[in-house]
């Protein structure tokens, strides 16, 4: 790593998620797009075109250069533990987007492996670095709205995914859930107990699946906060996502994106807005930019990164519980997971 | 007038206004409507029906009762400058609806008359007790955005008036722009000079009744203020009716009022309310209830009603002025009105 | 019952609640309060003053006459079992508070009683007359928003009551929860499963007192409809009563309301509303003049009175059954409840 | 110019304006920074730092380049008749900031000399690519509002412009309302008559250079179009840049824009929204962005630039016909001006 050179990036997987971080890796100062990788080569040279970027199939190809400084994990879940453990065997920082794993015990495992090594590992719950969430948790954390009590998040898709996804996705708590169980410990770190409950109430495929489509989540934290989760796998106005925060002394709330102020006024109603951002591409763009903006610096400073390993498994561990309580119908106090 | 018996009150006119005044009259504890007065016998009849008054033709009648306390001016507005005097040549209570008059000289002849009489008269600028402008009123002044620099009102009627009311109404001024004038003087009493355009953009009958449709106003304090009122006949969503205060510190503004708070969201816009209340008769039904509060308090109390007669005076000398400076584009200086 | 003349009201209690449906007899012109019954007979004289109604302290002088049309049931809880089969069983209509009674299985001996007694009988779920949420419960019945899928009911008082009421009260399940749980069911009338969560985090003679001043309820509806109800005994700025529904093509909601549409802006911030209104008598004041007269209009047209005893009932399983998941942490499954 | 190379890009002016014209330029895909052009060079230099940009101290140096495609023009208002003249002497397309001069006869003249040539001249006022107003006025446009009656502008800046500047300014006319009155020209674009109105109310040197620091306009469309500016010198909340189209069918606003979407609720007020953000640089952001891609837009298609030349003489019309109406009260006619 050169103090005087841009950070060498090398980015997994030119899917969706890839696209979004290969254009804010090409916007950073501090980052430089060197290697893009994926095994569907098409997908990999399409993306580096214009960047300066080398696509490449084979993540050996990318490992094998000593100048390597950072890796942004944006390919399939069942790959990412791997190319975690490869990246902080080299010491190369690593960016992950979430889950780390389905399987637990996968998670586990590679938990243990990674005591005690320093390289850097961020986990990719960008809606932390949402400007609007992050202001309300700073604000939170300042004491503004004195103890906080009560935490309701709401957040929903446009649309569900099509059926292969849903089918391999591990379902609706551990791969929608989790960013907002993610959040929820952004504000209540310490979760001990989970209520959930699922429904079919659209969807025949996620059914089919033995999925829900609608799931609401209650946590308690360690401190009597109550956080309510509420989400659904469509929505007819756009990405929703909210959150209101709610303490001793006040509320802090942050409202849905349309994207303008544009109001209209007729005979047929007042004041109405356009429909909201319609996803998480156009919703947290800038929460992705922040996000690496935090990844570069904690590279750059040695700081720790956040959030890190532990909360992507602690977030998988409430997942798992949601589930539980969901197919049980029990609330299931969360343990200390013994390191 | 009796300290233990509400105040007896005749009400003049059973049209629209006479109507909104019978129920508040009827619903307040210290009036007691004893005499609706109508040419038209069969509305004051009808108006009077269950209500314990007693509907009469003339006004006559009612002055003729020595327990008369207060009367009620909504009949039309060439009745207003008589049915004043009267009232006030028996020392019985008036609130009288705007206009005083549409001829300045019979508006200034009665007031030289009325000279040092101390018997209450209110002029019904109802807005004056809207909750939401009397709240900005009263933080205004006492000091919360610091000066007063600019107000801006923006005030349009759901649809104009049928041909007949036109023509008979004295122009959109001294019609529909005095209720803002008077609100402007709410706020800036002391106007020294005034602004006007108008244009005809929607209705024919309006035109070729040699009035306009819309009319921007433009006032200036004595301060430095600078009002500006924007009026039009017509507005497809409902009573448009707002109002800001700018001041060196801050502003405070107050927005349209639609039936409920409910809000839609669905694929075609979100966060829509509902068209606004119609028109005044909804809108200022708590305006029109305080006011007649006030003035059931100023004659029990003995304090000096407010608005009051002069406050009529000078916004129609405002509206005047506006007509004259959208007939000739120059800018009209206000004189000190010499009692 | 004469048509010709205002039904002839008894009010049972002088409290907070009657001293609001007194006032909205009075001001309502098909009733007719004629008698203020209290034990305590300084209230209910106080309260009678001025109004015409004669105060007594005992129900019996009051079911003696013949002419009594309704009552009005708005004395302490345990009184309401007892009142409700006197009026009852004197074909006398009745509008009773909530809830009918703490003990179930009192209410279920009373409901048993009126089997087949066709006088008309109301339950006091004032908020289902708020003209906020009654507007969003028929919109979402009319289909507007698809099938209801999701409803999100935050419902904050804004100061515990004093220990000595909440020793009494039942619980907060029972005493504020069941008006939410009441709503969820005039939207979802078929509630099957029960889930919640208490905690403690602010009040020490709550916790105390073995109750919970903060609680989380997730219920399921037949058609597979997800209700959450947030509850607080606090809320630092006024009474917080939000409703939010969700359906498969868009959704409503209804917000909390301010005095006044005053907005400030300023350098500390900007779109300032005042504080909400600050608790039931206020928020709900719209909600109980609706509520009575439609238990005006269900006497005088022989129609169901809706809230009904049966409504009564199932919010009181509900409460139960909410209190018993918060204490066992299983979801609680409601049966049908057998007449 | 080559189709394949990126266009060749020299900025005149390394002040507050070039600092953002030459972040934007860099971030776009198919401009060059290739020099930033200032007298004062070490302004030139600190800003070409990093850019790969080439400091000069002198306009001579760039044109002399062959491969120059574009010039932006962000110096000094007398330097900007003299740049465009020589851009487009050697047709070389230019984006020049506002206003062309403050010297009506040189812009007429720079006018004459430019007749016939084709070379791309785009003026910059920004606020047409604002989204929220560009969003509106396509809107209007379509029709979804009917006929456009009114339209109603307020802009506040936040704070005075130090003496030295207002000095040079021109006055608020041609500096501030300015943009406003090319604003009004996007939705109006024949304006016949001009009324204003200007007060000293909080700026002691503003008075003392003879200028106002608040003022009002109201213009006149040829169709009776109606529209009012508000202008201020300053803000105590933020840039205040608001604007409302009101017509036959309806209305369209745009709102203020606050940083993030957070809401404070307390018991001193709700819904408190963060102050605005704080002036043009930020409220303007993607506006200069988007007028600089419609720049390289209109040079690669070879389509005329909007707003062009003549809106710049238009605007600056309209500003010294504002000026004289607040100097004489007199309403000022805008004639035809005859190329």
Redesign the interface.
Known sequence: MSENQPLKVALFGSGRIGQVHARNIA?H?DLELAWIVDPFIEGARTLAA?TGAQAVASADEVFANADLDAVIIGSPTNTHVDLISRAMSHGVAALCEKPIDLDLDRVRACRASLEGNPTPLMLGFNRRFD??FA??QA?VASG????L??L?I?S?DPAPAPEAYILASGGIFRDQSIHDLDMARFFVPDIV?V?A?G????CDYIEEAGDFD???I?L?GS????V?I?N?R?????H?QRLEA???????????????????????????????LPFFLERYAEAYRNELDAFAQAIRTGTACSPGFDDGLQALLLANAAEESART???VKIGKEQP
């Open positions: 916007a100062p214009g400007p609007h202001a309300i604000r503004e709205i004195g103890r009590e009560q309701t709401i929903r107990e209520q409950t429904t079919n109430v659209f609608s799931v609401v209650t308690k401190g009597g906060e109550l309510t509420t659904s469509h929505s007819a106005f756009g929703d709610f303490g001793s002394d006040g509320m802090l709330s942050a409202g849905n994106m349309a994207p303008t102020t544009v109001r209209k006024y007729g005979a047929a109603g007042t004041e109405g807005a356009d429909p909201y119908g029990r609330t």
